[in-house]
Each structure stands twice: as structure tokens, then as C-alpha cells.
């Protein structure tokens, strides 16, 4: 399944702009639909996961990368 969901590059940007820009990529999305998120932001790895409970959506796995970190984000209702 992950083979085939998106990659949203956001690796370079810093707090907040991982989170404002993958709200504004889920924003666009059906519930229910995956998104990786790709980010170099040391402070990802606690951002993207309370930003997942906070707006409803599911993190469904983080794996870290080179040089950072990549979430696998379920779009909620």
C-alpha cells in the first residue's frame, strides 16, 4: 500500500511549516487516504504527531530516514 501513496517533500522547512503544509495537503484530500510525510525538521517527530491528534487524522507509522524522518498520515474525517 505504502508503495503506492504519495511523498510529500517538505524536508528543509522548519517549524511550523511541515504542519501548516501538510494540514493544507489533508485538507485537500478524501478520509481515508494516506500521505507520507518526508521532513528534516528535528522537531517533526513531535509535531506531526500531536498535529495528527489534534486535527483527527491517524499516524499510521514513522520511520526514520536520512537526515530525517518520514510519517505515514491517514486523512480522518
Not at 517549524?15 to 485538507?27: E, I, Q, S, T
Request: proline content about 6%; hydrophobic content about 40%; overall charge negative.
Amino acid at each position: 500500500m505504502s508503495e503506492t501513496t504519495d511523498i510529500y517533500d517538505l524536508r528543509g522547512l522548519n517549524c511550523p511549516l511541515p504542519v501548516l503544509k501538510a494540514r493544507r495537503r489533508l485538507a485537500d484530500m478524501a478520509a481515508g487516504d494516506l500521505l507520507w510525510l518526508e521532513t528534516t525538521d528535528p522537531l517533526a517527530v513531535i509535531d506531526i504527531p500531536a498535529f495528527c491528534q489534534e486535527a483527527g487524522h491517524r499516524l499510521v507509522e514513522t520511520r526514520p530516514v536520512s537526515g530525517g524522518h518520514r510519517f505515514l498520515v491517514e486523512r480522518g474525517n
